[in-house]
Nanobody
Framework: QVYLVESGGGLVQAGGSLRLSCAPS????????MGWFRQAPGKERKFVAS????????VYDTSAKGRFTISRDKAKNTLYLQMNNLKPEDTGVYYC??????????????WGQGTQVTVFS
């Protein structure tokens, strides 16, 4: 069975930081493009950031650019999202996703169960 497990969410005051982790299990994801998505209460899941299988290419949503950093450690088979200067509008459930085709990430083959991030002012 293949699945992704997110961790690192929590409750944080605006301006604070969190680092999310996504640790795949059941296989390695070295050849997969991976990304982070956020779903706010009552809203659709939205793209946050993605990283290529090699780690050489990163893409960010406008709201995340300059504050969030996506990275991956292939040796640990782990994906990260460093979130700084958090704002209340960053609140939501964060999901990691993996797919062999980067354009398919919004409908990725593999998804985690999500980790809750709540930012209060």
């Amino acid at each position: 069975q293949v699945y992704l497990v997110e961790s690192g969410g929590g409750l944080v005051q605006a301006g604070g930081s969190l680092r999310l982790s996504c640790a795949p299990s059941g296989r390695t994801f070295g050849s997969y493009h991976m990304g982070w998505f956020r779903q706010a209460p009552g809203k659709e899941r939205k793209f946050v950031a993605s990283i290529s299988w090699s780690g050489g290419s990163e893409v960010y949503d406008t709201s995340a650019k300059g504050r969030f950093t996506i990275s991956r450690d292939k040796a640990k088979n782990t994906l990260y999202l460093q979130m700084n200067n958090l704002k209340p509008e960053d609140t939501g459930v964060y999901y990691c996703a993996a797919d062999l085709e980067v354009e398919r990430l919004p409908q990725a083959r593999y998804w985690g169960q999500g980790t809750q991030v709540t930012v209060f002012s």
